[in-house]
């Protein structure tokens, strides 16, 4: 069973940083593109940022470029999101999900974990 | 960026009625349309990829059609579980964007 578990959310104060991680099972994590989505209380899905399998390619939306780094590690079937300069706006729920392959969506995402920025 | 823009943002139906979304891409993405089912205080749930593949294990009620700009998404009879919120989204280019969601209601 494919399962996907994020930790790492709280509330934080403007300004600070956090570092959200998923761990993985029930598939071979080292073969799959991974993804950040997040999303505002109340509001729409937004997608945050993507690694590919061996970390050569990563992509960010505008919002998050030079605040929020990505990173994996394929050993312990970890997917990392490192928040720094962190602003209300970023207050959401933080879903780590699955690619399928071939840009054809995202078929497991987790729980979710939630991280509120205010002071 | 490519704009995705679902309508309607919200509808009202019956069980056993059947129901179309559509999503418009701001400039043409092939069939690199995906769509997921989300309901409250879950993570979303992938239904369609490819613009009309069934994800598996999901039910045949569901289907998606279209290609370049224009996507539609029908329950073909709703039931229950069904009146929910369901999301676009396109995988063709970096920023992966999403519509703004449909509510289906029970009317």
């Known amino acids: 069973e494919v399962q996907l578990v994020e930790s790492g959310g709280g509330l934080v104060q403007p300004g600070g940083s956090l570092r959200l991680s998923c761990v993985a099972s029930?598939?071979?994590?080292?073969?799959?593109?991974m993804n950040w989505v997040r999303q505002a209380p109340g509001k729409g899905l937004e997608w945050v940022a993507n690694?590919?399998?061996?970390?050569?390619?990563?992509y960010y939306v505008d919002s998050v470029k030079g605040r929020f780094t990505i990173s994996r590690d394929n050993t312990k079937n970890s997917l990392y999101l490192q928040m720094n300069s962190l602003r209300g706006e970023d207050t959401a729920i933080y879903y780590c999900?699955?690619?399928?392959?071939?840009?054809?969506?995202?078929?497991?995402w987790g729980q979710g974990t939630l991280v509120t920025v205010s002071s | 960026d490519i704009q995705m823009t679902q309508s309607p943002s919200s509808l009202s139906a019956s069980v056993g009625d059947s129901v179309t979304i559509t999503c418009r891409a701001s400039?043409?993405?092939?069939?690199?349309l995906n769509w997921y089912q989300q309901k409250p205080g879950k993570a979303p749930k992938l239904l369609i990829y490819?613009?009309?593949s069934l994800q598996s294990a999901v039910p045949p009620r569901f289907s998606g059609s279209g290609s370049g700009t224009d996507f539609t998404f029908t329950i073909s009879s709703l039931e229950p579980e069904d009146f929910t919120t369901y999301y676009c989204?396109?995988?063709?280019?970096?920023?992966?964007?999403f519509g703004q969601g449909t509510n289906v209601e029970i009317k």
């Open positions: 999900a699955k690619d399928r392959g071939g840009s054809s969506g995202y078929d497991y």
């Open positions: 029930g598939f071979t994590f080292s073969n799959y593109w």
């Open positions: 690694m590919k399998q061996d970390g050569s390619q990563i």
């Open positions: 400039q043409s993405i092939s069939t690199y």
């Open positions: 490819g613009a009309s």
């Open positions: 989204q396109q995988s063709y280019s970096v920023p992966w964007t």
